[in-house]
């Protein structure tokens, strides 16, 4: 027997173990037949073209792509109709679900409107069977990877980081079509072999073997557009009946979700709740249809005589049942998208990576001071990156809405409400773990050696406190602030509103002294100015709480919230500057030691605000 | 020679005080241009401006850099002082 040293050892044997019988088998299959190795190399060739898409899209961050997909995107029915054009430009609802991950994994989109695009595309793939069923046209869709790869590469090999981009972006989608082609290419056997009319069947039997029929037809095709094309195909040649032909295209519906969760393998987790989300909606889509599906053929009859189609025109019925069923399970679940997306993300957790783990703090790093110093800083920026994603959340608003020019309060005005959000969790998951790794970090760094990095350290630490600081304060602020989106006051929501976009433009102010690109040059004199306005807003705030519990528009007790609150909004922010003044702030500029002398203290900011007259 | 060299290096060293307050005072001398030139520009921009919270902000900003600037002269002239 053999005695393993511990479970590392077994995992790694298993592991090794699956890898080489996977070989084997797949080895097996490439020699039994050329239609399986034509399958698994699309596969392949698809999990490549995700995983360059991916490349892409990041390197697009904060680009050009950024703009356009935020234009595309920032309201639900914009969404609904980028899904549909979007689908129907490229004939494929898989192609868009697999490229929709690839922005949630890249962080350009949240999993809700990722969600609604998918609805859209639902819709938008329906147009395949009128295009079909109308004209008996459809894209070759490997007709466009050639040109795709050889322009992919070409954007590749330049200078420009948005070529490159681009580059990868077309070698992916060009990859997706050749890989869509090989699964099809492999499965046209299949295709050609199955004979519908052997399966005839009426009733609600037939209906079920139908839709499961569609499903497993789809799974075999890898694409829900060419199942259709077959059922329209079949239907006008009579090889199956009108009511039959129903239940496949609802079973292509379900069948369609399979390329979005092969797709979701190589994504991340938010990757796999889009496709979670994709087949839930399917799912539901068609139990509405299989449900109804007397109630449907009766609205077909009504819609195709309002429209002049031919009642024996059973193609084009066949794509107005298609288009029809996705239009009503689109009303049904919209206004359920945000609960859709909170329940995917509390059943669907990244097991792996559920708490999220420090990206600079290497052991190898401990031995050199300088770079310590700049792997602590730098995961400190990090972990505050991860405090902005949490405030955000906490005030109901988001990173790609306020770190844009628009105007904050419209912003504001734009997200009235604020969905729930479990901020202990967020804590747990996005602070807690870096947090501590870099606390253990210094400590041993300070251990190490004792030097001026040894000061350096102490600082970011003391920034790192800050950051606990301001989420504190932030999990204070939250039972209050959800509370008064709900409330009628219009005059609490009002102060609620401005507490809102106070955060929101000291997080934008701060992002701008983040980036390298807006270095000031009296970098921390400039904070004294932040600090002034955080004052001025705390004293305006309080006078103006205080005129509204005087004229009686919000209660004393509302008012008293209001205060307390204010002072944690006040902490927030404070501790916010003062974390960006260590860690924002080249310390190696020569005036730095100057400006430490001649910055403001708390007092003297305090005398300025009082003696301003134009704070009054 | 090497008396000459032995000279000057403690010439150096017993003047490294006073090097040191020169480098300070060169250090916010130079911070004092910049605040200068800095409050300038803002003060151009509030007499462009239109906007009257725009204004308030500008006007802030203004005042600050006022007690920023006061703050460095102080600092200069105590240095200047204690020598």
């Known amino acids: ?38 399958i698994v190399a699309g596969v392949s060739i698809f999990l490549f073209g995700m995983i360059l898409l991916q490349q892409g899209f990041k390197s697009f961050t904060g680009g050009m792509l950024e703009k356009v997909l935020k234009a595309a995107t920032n309201s639900l029915t914009k969404r609904l109709c980028f899904g549909v054009v979007t689908t129907m430009m490229m004939q494929s609802s898989s192609l868009l679900s697999v490229l929709v991950i690839s922005f949630i ?39 466009y990877a050639m040109p795709m790869l050889v322009f992919g590469v070409l954007f590749q090999i330049q200078k420009s980081r948005n070529l490159q981009g681009l580059g990868s972006i077309l070698l992916g989608v060009g990859f997706l079509f050749l890989g869509i082609h090989y699964m099809k290419e492999g499965f046209d056997a299949f295709k050609d072999t199955i004979t519908l009319s052997d399966y005839a069947m009426t009733g609600v039997y037939g209906l079920l073997v139908f839709a499961t029929l569609g499903v497993v037809m789809t799974v075999v095709i890898q694409s829900s557009g060419a ?92 794509a107005t049942f298609h288009t029809l069923f996705n239009v009503v399970g689109i009303i049904i679940m919209l206004p359920f998208i945000n609960l859709l997306a909170r ?37 400190t920026v990090h972990l505050y990156d991860n405090v902005v994603h949490i405030i955000l959340k906490t005030i109901g608003l ?42 253990e970090f210094i400590s041993q760094a300070r251990f190490t050696w004792e030097m001026e990095q040894s000061g350096r350290l102490y600082w970011l630490r003391e920034a790192n406190l800050k950051l606990a600081e301001a989420l504190k304060g932030a999990k204070h602020l939250q039972k209050n602030l959800q509370k008064s989106s709900l409330s009628h006051n219009v005059y609490l929501k009002q102060e609620y509103d401005t507490v809102r976009y106070q955060i929101a433009a000291l997080l934008r102010d701060l992002e701008l002294a983040k980036s390298e690109e807006n270095i000031s040059e009296l970098p921390l004199l400039s904070q004294d100015m932040l600090k002034v306005q955080l004052k001025d807003q705390n004293k305006k705030m309080m006078e103006n709480i205080e005129i509204l519990i005087r004229e009686r528009k919000i209660s004393a007790e509302m008012g008293t919230s209001l205060m307390n609150d204010s002072a944690y909004v006040y902490d927030i922010q404070s501790n916010l500057i003062s974390m960006a003044g260590t860690v924002f702030v080249n310390h190696e500029i020569e005036s730095i030691g100057v400006e430490r002398e001649i910055m403001l203290t708390d007092q003297e900011l305090s005398e300025l605000v009082q003696s301003n007259p134009e704070s009054e | 020679m090497n008396k000459i060299k032995l000279l000057s290096k403690l010439q150096t060293f017993f003047d490294s005080d006073k090097a040191s307050t020169e480098a300070r005072v060169k250090g916010i001398e130079t911070v004092l241009i910049k605040l200068k030139a800095k409050q300038d520009k803002t003060r151009k921009k509030l007499v462009q401006c239109a906007n009257d919270d725009y204004k308030k902000v500008l006007s802030l900003e203004i005042e600050v850099m006022n007690a920023q600037i006061e703050k460095a002269e102080n600092f200069l002239k105590d240095i200047i002082d204690d020598n």
């Not at chain 1, 790694?12 to 080895?27: A, D, Q, Y």
């Not at chain 1, 390329?259 to 087949?279: E, P, V």
């Not at chain 1, 401990?366 to 770079?371: A, K, Q, R, S, V």
């Open chain 1, 1 to 38: 027997m053999v005695i393993f040293q511990n479970k590392i050892d077994f995992l790694i044997m298993i592991r090794n173990s699956i890898l080489f019988l996977t070989v084997l088998l797949l080895s097996y299959g490439f020699w039994l037949s050329s239609n399986f190795k034509d």
């Open chain 1, 105 to 143: 994994s890249a962080g350009l989109l949240d999993l809700a409107a990722g969600i609604g695009i998918i609805f859209g595309a639902n819709l938008g793939t329906t147009t395949g069977a009128w295009l079909v069923a109308a004209f008996g046209l459809k894209v070759k869709i490997s007709a």
């Open chain 1, 227 to 318: 199942a259709m094309v077959l059922i329209i195909t079949a239907l006008a040649a009579g090889q199956i009946s009108y009511e039959n032909s129903l239940a496949l295209a609802i079973g292509t519906n379900i069948g369609t979700t399979m390329t979005a969760i092969l797709g979701s393998l190589s994504a991340d987790i938010r990757g796999k709740r889009l496709a979670g989300a994709h087949l839930v909606f399917n799912l539901f889509t068609s139990m509405v249809a299989i449900l109804f599906i007397d109630q449907f053929i009766y609205s077909v009859d009504w819609v195709c005589k309002m429209v002049d189609i031919a009642a024996d025109d059973y193609t084009l019925k066949l």
């Open chain 1, 343 to 379: 329940t995917l993300e509390r059943v669907l957790i990244d097991k792996a990576g559920a708490v999220d783990k420090p990206k600079f703090l290497m052991d190898s790093a401990l031995e050199y001071p300088d770079t310590a110093v700049e792997a602590v800083r730098q995961e």
């Open chain 1, 398 to 439: 988001h990173r790609r809405d306020v770190f844009t020019n628009q105007s904050l309060t419209d912003i504001v005005k734009h997200y009235p409400k604020l969905p729930g959000y479990d901020l202990d969790d967020a804590y747990l998951t996005h602070f807690k773990g870096i947090y501590s790794a870099i606390i």
